[in-house]
């Protein structure tokens, strides 16, 4: 009964994936919202369980790339149907399920300037969360991403602000959406954002460039970044007088070193908003013979906080992640498309092959 510690002292537990059967297994343990993104599609779709779905949409005259989106969005509307229940009882301030735009606006393959990619954002954010009640638009804390996301949530879009390393990052996307939300005909009645602030990628950063950290520091800075934002964000919101919360997302919250416990991150945020654990994270949560307590206020001595502060620089922290992630997720829409290309050309072959007998 770990995760249902982990939920008693304060903080929502949302699982990193979108797979149905995960899903529903979660959901019984107590998550109460789930996330997506190109890597975790592409490989869903990419173990053929969908193929006969695939078939089907291209019967339909549909591209690949439509094929691509089409199976997103049902992934990310199946699980919300999940979490509806949840988003109901809690009157909007939970059951989400974050649907990502498409990660290859920012390749510079696709020859957009950044007005058009802007534009891009927010034509895409407004058609994919058109009818949903219970989806998140996650946006990327990218230049173009940031432009957008004033129009976004004046036109009323919910936004789950992602690939975000850095206080200046959030602060931009924060303020960007203040600016938007304040100008909704609706008006803040049903007002919500968070921001994902992810984690385990910052600590490997730092392992591998910034190798002076002492012992004690390393693997401590994602963590210390990810707590001052959150406090940041804390009090920020504390004086607007909304109804629904305004969260920070602990992301990329799976381990990434052999030897360090699969709950690092999971027990140093314990308490705080929301955490998005893979599906293995979560299963180690279950097997461990622990409970969590409140541990999100809490920040390593001074000494260490200080020589995170004068040995790590933020600024090539952020360009490297933000390139890094993009790249991330960009590679396995490709691979998703390449999928669903192969897919049809097996299709036309076959047809190709009855008709000669």
Same mark, same amino acid.
């Given at each position: 009964?770990?995760?249902?510690?982990? *939920? /008693? +002292?304060?903080?929502?537990?949302w699982?990193? =994936? !979108?797979?149905?059967?995960?899903?529903?297994?979660?959901? @019984? $343990?107590?998550?109460?919202?789930?996330?997506?993104?190109?890597?975790?599609?592409?490989?869903?779709?990419?173990?053929?369980?969908?193929?006969?779905?695939?078939?089907?949409?291209i019967?339909?005259?549909?591209?690949?790339?439509?094929?691509?989106?089409?199976?997103?969005?049902?992934?990310?509307?199946?699980?919300?149907?999940?979490?509806?229940?949840?988003?109901e009882?809690?009157?909007?301030?939970?059951?989400?399920?974050?649907?990502?735009?498409?990660?290859?606006?920012?390749?510079?393959?696709?020859?957009?300037?950044?007005?058009?990619r802007?534009?891009?954002?927010?034509?895409?954010?407004?058609?994919?969360?058109?009818?949903?009640?219970?989806?998140?638009?996650?946006?990327p804390?990218?230049?173009a991403? *940031? /432009? +957008?996301l004033?129009?976004?949530?004046?036109? =009323? !879009?919910?936004?789950?602000?992602?690939?975000?390393f850095? @206080? $200046?990052?959030?602060?931009?996307?924060?303020?960007?959406?203040?600016?938007?939300?304040?100008?909704?005909?609706?008006?803040?009645?049903?007002?919500?954002?968070?921001?994902?602030?992810?984690?385990?990628?910052?600590?490997?950063?730092?392992?591998?460039?910034?190798?002076?950290?002492?012992?004690?520091?390393?693997?401590?800075?994602?963590?210390?970044?990810?707590?001052?934002?959150?406090?940041?964000?804390?009090?920020?919101?504390?004086?607007?007088?909304?109804?629904?919360?305004?969260?920070?997302?602990?992301?990329?919250?799976?381990?990434?070193?052999?030897?360090?416990?699969?709950?690092?991150?999971?027990?140093?945020?314990?308490?705080?908003?929301?955490?998005?654990?893979?599906?293995?994270?979560?299963e180690?949560?279950?097997?461990?013979?622990k409970?969590?307590t409140?541990?999100?206020?809490?920040?390593?001595?001074?000494?260490?906080?200080?020589?995170?502060?004068?040995?790590?620089?933020?600024?090539?922290?952020?360009?490297?992640?933000?390139?890094?992630?993009?790249?991330?997720?960009?590679?396995?829409?490709?691979?998703?498309?390449?999928?669903?290309?192969?897919?049809?050309?097996s299709?036309?072959?076959?047809?190709?092959?009855?008709?000669?007998?």
């Amino acid at each position: 009964m770990t995760l249902a510690s982990l *939920i /008693a +002292a304060g903080t929502k537990v949302w699982l990193d =994936g !979108v797979e149905p059967d995960d899903i529903q297994k979660n959901y @019984a $343990r107590g998550i109460t919202g789930a996330t997506s993104n190109p890597t975790i599609v592409s490989k869903i779709i990419g173990r053929g369980h969908f193929d006969e779905r695939i078939s089907q949409l291209i019967a339909e005259q549909l591209s690949d790339d439509q094929i691509a989106w089409a199976l997103n969005d049902e992934l990310v509307d199946s699980a919300q149907q999940v979490f509806l229940p949840v988003w109901e009882w809690t009157g909007g301030n939970d059951g989400y399920v974050s649907f990502e735009l498409d990660p290859l606006i920012e390749v510079e393959a696709t020859g957009l300037i950044h007005a058009e990619r802007v534009k891009r954002y927010i034509e895409l954010g407004k058609k994919w969360s058109a009818g949903h009640n219970n989806r998140m638009i996650k946006v990327p804390a990218t230049s173009a991403g *940031i /432009a +957008a996301l004033e129009s976004l949530a004046a036109a =009323g !879009v919910t936004l789950n602000v992602t690939l975000m390393f850095t @206080a $200046r990052q959030y602060r931009l996307a924060r303020e960007a959406i203040w600016r938007g939300a304040l100008q909704r005909k609706s008006g803040l009645q049903d007002f919500k954002s968070v921001y994902s602030i992810f984690v385990s990628r910052v600590d490997v950063y730092a392992e591998e460039h910034v190798t002076d950290l002492s012992p004690y520091a390393q693997g401590m800075v994602g963590i210390v970044n990810a707590k001052r934002i959150w406090r940041e964000n804390q009090e920020f919101w504390k004086d607007k007088g909304l109804r629904l919360e305004q969260g920070i997302v602990f992301a990329s919250t799976g381990v990434k070193k052999q030897g360090v416990p699969p709950d690092k991150y999971v027990k140093a945020f314990a308490g705080g908003d929301i955490q998005t654990n893979p599906p293995a994270t979560i299963e180690a949560v279950e097997r461990l013979p622990k409970s969590y307590t409140r541990q999100i206020d809490q920040l390593p001595p001074s000494t260490i906080v200080n020589e995170i502060d004068r040995k790590v620089d933020m600024v090539t922290l952020e360009n490297e992640l933000l390139k890094e992630g993009i790249e991330k997720f960009a590679e396995p829409q490709i691979e998703l498309v390449t999928h669903i290309a192969q897919h049809r050309a097996s299709l036309l072959a076959q047809r190709i092959g009855s008709k000669s007998r």
